[in-house]
């Protein structure tokens, strides 16, 4: 039985390629997200509009699919994140969103959700949901207090 080997691709090579759908990087290795079906792109949406109609009110903004740089060498595509206050105009972020908000594909493994929710908290996000439509269950992590 062979395994498969994946190919390690230079981080400048992954910040200047354009993936359809977008890719996450870790450790030099490009990862294809699952991307979802008509549930998940229906509870993406609402939740999306559900932070934007409360911009203003809120000082909370909503990006879908937006990448973040988690660590030095790790970039991660949440489904939705919430920042506090307008965001710095950079097209990756750089800091921890207030929020970061994976909708399960019926694809996700419990292994990769948590390596990716693991990836959130470690860089500093203080919220992480994951939300499974299929299921219409959801958790959150709490807070982390110095």
């Known amino acids: 039985m062979s395994m498969k080997t994946?190919?390690?691709v230079p981080l400048e090579e992954y910040l200047d390629t354009t993936y359809n759908p977008d890719c996450d990087y870790v450790d030099?290795?490009?990862v294809e997200r699952n991307v979802?079906?008509?549930d998940h792109s229906d509870i993406q949406t609402e939740i999306?509009?559900?932070f934007r109609n409360r911009r203003r009110t809120w000082k909370?903004?909503?990006y879908v699919e937006q990448r973040v740089?988690?660590?030095a060498r790790r970039y991660r595509i949440p489904d939705?994140?919430?920042v506090l206050g307008k965001p710095k105009a950079d097209p990756i972020f750089h800091e921890p969103p207030f929020i970061c908000i994976e909708v399960l594909?019926?694809?996700d493994s419990p292994r990769s959700t948590q390596e990716r929710v693991d990836d959130y908290l470690k860089f500093g996000v203080r919220y992480v949901w994951v939300i499974n439509p299929r299921s219409r269950r959801a958790w959150s992590t709490l807070p982390k207090y110095p």
């Open 28 to 30: 030099g290795e490009v």
């Open 36 to 38: 979802g079906e008509q």
């Open 48 to 50: 999306a509009v559900f």
């Open 60 to 62: 909370t903004y909503a």
């Open 69 to 71: 740089q988690v660590a």
């Open 80 to 82: 939705i994140c919430v």
């Open 105 to 107: 594909s019926k694809k």
């Open 6 to 8: 994946a190919a390690l």
